[in-house]
């Protein structure tokens, strides 16, 4: 099975076609990067071949590299990994070097072949790379298509010459975005930034770029870097304006990323550097600064989490053995911000969705909210006004239960108060057929408890989404007691119909994700009331990877669901309640009617316009901010091991059952320090043994919270990590 084509036709044109079997988007491997070494090789040597075109046999060209590979290069790499992953990315550079030297006299640059890449659609990572060492970059005029090098997403950055060759064909201003930002292009926008040269009719891709290779001369495929006086766009870092540029994308990475995101500091460091150089010394440069990122666990952690294991959750890695539970009718109840915004998901997704409210103009106001997300789409032009009119018309605004009708899932979506959503339950299961699925759609509430509202308790359950709906990406799953293997697969084929990241989780108060951002929060607010400086606390957190210190997580959820979460949790555990201290600070603020940003006024000061002006000076008046302060590590670690040992309870507890959905729900439910992997990564990364040793000493100093649970003992006395033990299991299960 091969993963490249090569065909010369009457022209004397070589056609090297990528076309991975078995895989919807090309995607590179080792074993095709020596396969195109071959092909490039044999066409250079053919007197036959006047050209090349390099292309794609799919609707797109590539889809990147295979993490798979990337995730393993260091425990393929031998005793000596650094060195061998270098020696491994010099040996791709040289194959794409061949291919834009092609041949041709070192000195007079003559003699080459001409080598067009045809990009019939997408082409991301490694895929744009070998079209930028080509000489000329064709793209179909396909909307669709996305073209760029998002590989700073998932903890790394292009390693095989796209860093150098970007840096260096756009300048280091222009190419910021599209390195450091990940940003994706359609065809046009990627020619109107210089990375492709011609935008074509589908139809007469292949055509193009042929006849371009016919037609070429030596002086057009000489790249800028390798003819004499080349000058790097912008300025190179000792001229005056590229030093400002330089000074300006530093302050930027640093300003973006607080120092503790490996790749985008390498990624600067290698641009910077290669500039000074000339172009081969700049890719052994990228290719030293690529092997620092890869030998770093950051990166590692960061491909397995958000790629490996989200990508293995989203194709139902834990779904039950049933046949396929695809929803054709949704009926949603509740036409709230959450209602809504399901309904839009859904909609979106091709799901015709019945949307229930009590009032009609409620209801109506659930389909405008979906409409005024679709018409920002239009204004981005990202949304055309037919696809408005067409999600649109899925969706059935009205009061009237009998619409549920043909429905085989529900999403009850209603108030957070178990009497309303047992006579919704009831109301909606008098009109549904057999087979249909029940899901609550709850944070806090336990399912097993609401399941009793249910005649049929095996065919409810509980599937929470994240808000903004549309915007976040994690839903979690949550099994009741009598939920079956059925209503488990149906909720999980759902969340992957509407392009969303499952976790599945038994029951229990708060179920994961609350479960683990709770504490996070409620160590802040205990640092506020115990004098620590507010802005110590909220920079701390940001500068550990939190997308948002405590404080102003608190404002964005709102400060009186937290007090009400609060009263309920207070009044079901009793005496065993720890968290009486918190309760002074979030008590006290709501009496004050700061409850957050809906209110303008909350921890932090907010305009007229609801835009954040800074903490609130009467924060510190209630609580004064003590003499002698802790210092940020310790902040740091006390906010990052309220979460993280949490996580582990819950694991202990059987409510997390997969130690990867622990991981991935981290990220996206709740941001915890993607850097790290996810929370259980974290603790893989700084080590079990240092972990308890944390803890005793945290414990000591502030109480039973931070005791280490035994799992993380047991880890620690044997050595070993999360996943070293979920490794070893699969090797026993082989």
Same mark, same amino acid.
């Given at each position: 099975?091969?993963?490249?084509?090569?065909?010369?036709?009457?022209?004397?044109?070589?056609?090297?076609?990528?076309?991975?079997?078995?895989?919807?988007?090309?995607?590179?491997?080792?074993?095709?990067?020596?396969?195109?070494?071959?092909?490039?090789?044999?066409?250079?040597?053919?007197?036959?071949?006047?050209?090349?075109?390099?292309?794609?046999?799919?609707?797109?060209?590539?889809?990147?590299?295979?993490?798979?590979?990337?995730?393993?290069?260091?425990?393929?790499?031998?005793?000596?990994?650094?060195?061998?992953?270098?020696?491994?990315?010099?040996?791709?550079?040289?194959?794409?070097?061949?291919?834009?030297?092609?041949?041709?006299?070192?000195?007079?640059?003559?003699?080459?072949?001409?080598?067009?890449?045809?990009?019939?659609?997408?082409?991301?990572?490694?895929?744009?790379?070998?079209?930028?060492?080509?000489?000329?970059?064709?793209?179909?005029?396909?909307?669709?298509?996305?073209?760029?090098?998002?590989?700073?997403?998932?903890?790394? $950055?292009? &390693? *095989?010459?796209?860093?150098?060759?970007?840096?260096? !064909?756009?300048?280091?201003? +222009? %190419?910021?975005?599209? @390195?450091?930002?990940?940003?994706?292009?359609?065809?046009?926008?990627?020619?109107?930034?210089?990375?492709?040269?011609?935008?074509?009719?589908?139809?007469?891709?292949?055509?193009?770029?042929?006849?371009?290779?016919?037609?070429?001369?030596?002086?057009?495929?000489?790249?800028?870097?390798?003819?004499?006086?080349?000058?790097?766009?912008?300025?190179?870092?000792?001229?005056?304006?590229?030093?400002?540029? $330089?000074? &300006? *994308?530093?302050?930027?990475?640093?300003?973006?990323? !607080?120092?503790?995101?490996? +790749? %985008?500091?390498?990624? @600067?460091?290698?641009?910077?550097?290669?500039?000074?150089?000339?172009?081969?010394?700049?890719?052994?440069?990228?290719?030293?600064?690529?092997?620092?990122?890869?030998?770093?666990?950051?990166?590692?952690?960061?491909?397995?989490?958000?790629?490996?294991?989200?990508?293995?959750?989203?194709?139902?890695?834990?779904?039950?053995?049933?046949?396929?539970?695809?929803?054709?009718?949704?009926?949603?109840?509740?036409?709230?911000?959450?209602?809504?915004?399901?309904?839009?998901?859904?909609?979106?997704?091709?799901?015709?969705?019945?949307?229930?409210?009590?009032?009609?103009?409620?209801?109506?106001?659930?389909?405008?909210?979906?409409?005024?997300?679709?018409?920002?789409?239009?204004?981005?032009?990202?949304?055309?006004?037919?696809?408005?009119?067409?999600?649109?018309?899925?969706?059935?605004?009205?009061?009237?239960?009998?619409?549920?009708?043909?429905?085989?899932?529900?999403?009850?979506?209603?108030?957070?108060?178990?009497?309303?959503?047992?006579?919704?339950?009831?109301?909606?299961?008098?009109?549904?057929?057999?087979?249909?699925?029940?899901?609550?759609?709850?944070?806090?509430?336990?399912?097993?408890?609401?399941?009793?509202?249910?005649?049929?308790?095996?065919?409810?359950?509980?599937?929470?989404?994240?808000?903004?709906?549309?915007?976040?990406?994690?839903?979690?799953?949550?099994?009741?007691?009598?939920?079956?293997?059925?209503?488990?697969?149906?909720?999980?084929?759902?969340?992957?119909?509407?392009?969303?990241?499952?976790?599945?989780?038994?029951?229990?108060?708060?179920?994961?994700?609350?479960?683990?951002?709770?504490?996070?929060?409620?160590?802040?607010?205990?640092?506020?009331?115990?004098?620590?400086?507010?802005?110590?606390?909220?920079?701390?957190?940001?500068?550990?990877?939190?997308?948002?210190?405590?404080?102003?997580?608190?404002?964005?959820?709102?400060?009186?669901?937290?007090?009400?979460?609060?009263?309920?949790?207070?009044?079901?555990?009793?005496?065993?309640?720890?968290?009486?201290?918190?309760?002074?600070?979030?008590?006290?603020?709501?009496?004050?009617?700061?409850?957050?940003?809906?209110?303008?006024?909350?921890?932090?000061?907010?305009?007229?316009?609801?835009?954040?002006?800074?903490?609130?000076?009467?924060?510190?008046?209630?609580?004064?901010?003590?003499?002698?302060?802790?210092?940020?590590?310790?902040?740091?670690?006390?906010?990052?091991?309220?979460?993280?040992?949490?996580?582990?309870?819950?694991?202990?507890?059987?409510?997390?059952?997969?130690?990867?959905?622990?991981?991935?729900?981290?990220?996206?439910?709740?941001?915890?320090?993607?850097?790290?992997?996810?929370?259980?990564?974290?603790?893989?990364?700084?080590?079990?043994?240092?972990?308890?040793?944390?803890?005793?000493?945290?414990?000591?100093?502030?109480?039973?919270?931070?005791?280490?649970?035994?799992?993380?003992?047991?880890?620690?006395?044997?050595?070993?990590?999360?996943?070293?033990?979920?490794?070893?299991?699969?090797?026993?299960?082989?």
């Amino acid at each position: 099975m091969t993963d490249f084509t090569y065909e010369l036709d009457a022209d004397g044109v070589a056609v090297i076609a990528w076309d991975v079997k078995n895989k919807s988007m090309n995607v590179m491997s080792r074993e095709g990067f020596v396969e195109l070494d071959g092909m490039v090789d044999k066409a250079l040597a053919d007197e036959a071949v006047k050209g090349v075109v390099i292309t794609s046999a799919k609707d797109s060209f590539a889809g990147g590299m295979d993490l798979n590979i990337i995730a393993r290069m260091k425990e393929d790499a031998g005793d000596d990994p650094a060195r061998g992953l270098f020696d491994g990315i010099m040996q791709i550079h040289a194959i794409l070097r061949k291919i834009e030297r092609a041949g041709m006299d070192p000195k007079t640059n003559k003699g080459g072949k001409p080598i067009a890449a045809a990009l019939p659609g997408t082409a991301l990572g490694i895929g744009l790379e070998i079209p930028l060492s080509c000489h000329r970059i064709f793209a179909a005029d396909n909307p669709k298509a996305k073209i760029g090098l998002p590989e700073i997403k998932v903890g790394i $950055f292009p &390693g *095989a010459g796209g860093t150098t060759r970007i840096s260096r !064909k756009l300048g280091a201003m +222009a %190419a910021a975005p599209i @390195l450091l930002e990940g940003k994706l292009l359609d065809p046009k926008k990627a020619k109107s930034s210089g990375i492709v040269d011609e935008v074509v009719p589908a139809d007469e891709l292949l055509a193009s770029a042929k006849a371009w290779v016919l037609s070429a001369k030596d002086a057009d495929i000489v790249k800028p870097w390798d003819q004499k006086g080349y000058k790097f766009p912008g300025g190179a870092p000792y001229h005056p304006t590229g030093f400002m540029t $330089f000074v &300006g *994308a530093s302050a930027m990475v640093n300003g973006n990323t !607080k120092g503790v995101y490996p +790749a %985008a500091k390498a990624l @600067l460091s290698a641009v910077y550097e290669g500039a000074l150089v000339p172009f081969d010394t700049a890719l052994k440069i990228e290719a030293r600064w690529f092997t620092n990122v890869l030998m770093n666990p950051s990166s590692s952690n960061m491909i397995r989490s958000l790629f490996i294991n989200k990508e293995a959750l989203e194709k139902g890695a834990n779904r039950p053995d049933v046949p396929d539970q695809k929803v054709r009718k949704l009926g949603i109840l509740g036409a709230g911000m959450m209602g809504a915004g399901i309904a839009y998901v859904a909609a979106n997704a091709g799901i015709e969705v019945a949307l229930i409210d009590a009032k009609q103009d409620a209801a109506d106001k659930g389909k405008a909210h979906a409409e005024s997300i679709l018409d920002k789409g239009i204004s981005r032009k990202k949304v055309t006004p037919e696809k408005k009119d067409e999600v649109l018309s899925r969706i059935l605004p009205t009061t009237d239960y009998d619409a549920l009708k043909g429905c085989d899932l529900i999403v009850e979506a209603v108030f957070e108060d178990p009497k309303v959503k047992a006579e919704v339950t009831a109301k909606a299961e008098a009109i549904l057929g057999d087979d249909a699925i029940f899901a609550t759609n709850t944070s806090t509430l336990p399912i097993t408890d609401l399941a009793k509202a249910s005649k049929r308790p095996e065919q409810f359950i509980g599937i929470h989404f994240f808000s903004p709906v549309d915007k976040m990406l994690l839903v979690e799953i949550i099994k009741g007691k009598q939920t079956g293997d059925v209503a488990v697969a149906k909720a999980l084929d759902f969340v992957r119909q509407i392009r969303k990241t499952p976790i599945v989780v038994n029951d229990a108060r708060f179920f994961y994700a609350n479960r683990c951002i709770i504490p996070y929060i409620n160590e802040g607010l205990r640092m506020v009331r115990e004098g620590v400086t507010p802005a110590l606390i909220e920079n701390a957190a940001k500068m550990v990877g939190m997308p948002l210190g405590p404080l102003q997580l608190t404002d964005e959820t709102s400060i009186d669901l937290g007090a009400k979460i609060a009263r309920a949790t207070r009044a079901a555990m009793g005496d065993a309640y720890p968290d009486g201290e918190v309760d002074e600070v979030i008590f006290w603020m709501e009496e004050q009617g700061r409850l957050g940003r809906k209110a303008n006024a909350g921890f932090y000061a907010y305009d007229e316009k609801g835009k954040r002006q800074g903490l609130w000076d009467g924060l510190i008046d209630q609580f004064p901010v003590a003499d002698e302060q802790p210092d940020l590590q310790e902040v740091q670690q006390r906010l990052l091991f309220a979460q993280a040992l949490e996580a582990v309870r819950a694991l202990e507890d059987g409510v997390l059952m997969d130690i990867r959905e622990g991981d991935v729900a981290s990220i996206l439910g709740w941001g915890f320090a993607p850097w790290s992997g996810g929370v259980l990564s974290w603790l893989d990364m700084v080590g079990a043994a240092w972990a308890v040793e944390r803890c005793d000493t945290l414990t000591e100093a502030y109480g039973k919270r931070f005791e280490a649970p035994a799992l993380l003992r047991e880890l620690a006395e044997n050595g070993e990590g999360f996943y070293d033990r979920l490794d070893g299991q699969r090797a026993d299960a082989a």
